[in-house]
């Protein structure tokens, strides 16, 4: 089945503390990114990946990392987690970037920031 | 970037009456998205649209782009409660490969 899969789909931790969530797509698709969901502001795209090894910021960046060493694999890492980073996630990907491809998103991640 | 405004936030809508939710952008657009999303659930992709002023429609969903590709609409009628969920528009940027979303409009349904 083709899917994208994030995990955790939830976490609670403290401010500090490094974390990943991971995204995994099955669908060999080069575009990835993330996406933060907060309400009263829709999604919010904090990076993005064209293809393997290539990445760049979104409009809500910062505290954030990525990588994209793999096709199927695009991790979102908070090395130093703050409670404002607390919201609900999301990765997504599609065929190509910059194109009319549509995204496939994946469950979402509920991260929340003590 | 370009941003990408959508009104109403909240639409409450009485059974088998229609409603429509609003998406405005600052600059053009290369294409428009809709995303529809249940509650707990993630975006599940609607449609694009890609031509100044195409309309599309499907089953009891109507959307529209506009002529200027800097505005779209969704117009949805007799709705049910199925329609239940929020309604994202996501512009794609003429100058970039990023995909701008919309807050959403949130629909709740009286039977």
């Known amino acids: 089945e083709a899917q994208v899969t994030q995990n955790p789909r939830y976490l609670i931790t403290v401010t500090g503390k490094k974390l990943t969530v991971t995204c995994s797509q099955n669908m060999n698709h080069e575009y990835m990114s993330w996406y933060r969901q907060d309400p009263g502001l829709g999604l919010r795209q904090i990076y993005y990946?064209?293809?393997?090894?290539?990445?760049d910021k979104g409009d809500v960046p910062e505290g954030y990392k990525v990588s994209r060493k793999e096709k199927r694999n695009f991790p979102l890492i908070l090395e130093s987690p703050s409670p404002n980073q607390t919201s609900l996630y999301f990765c997504a990907s599609s065929l190509f970037g910059g194109t009319n491809q549509p995204q496939h998103f994946g469950d979402g991640t509920r991260l929340s920031i003590l | 970037g370009q941003q990408v405004m959508q009104i109403p936030q909240y639409q409450h809508v009485q059974e088998g009456e229609d409603f429509t939710t609003y998406c405005n952008s600052s600059t053009t657009l290369s294409n428009i998205q809709w995303y529809k999303q249940r509650p707990g659930g993630h975006p599940v992709f609607l449609i694009q649209l890609v031509k100044s002023g195409e309309v599309k429609k499907q089953k009891r969903l109507t959307f529209q782009f506009g002529e200027a590709k800097k505005n779209s609409s969704l117009h949805i009628t007799a709705t049910q409660t199925t329609d239940v969920g929020t309604y994202f528009c996501?512009?794609?940027?003429?100058?970039?490969?990023?995909?701008?979303f919309g807050a959403g409009t949130t629909v709740t349904v009286r039977a």
């Open positions: 990946s064209m293809n393997v090894e290539v990445t």
């Open positions: 996501a512009g794609l940027g003429s100058n970039d490969y990023k995909l701008s």
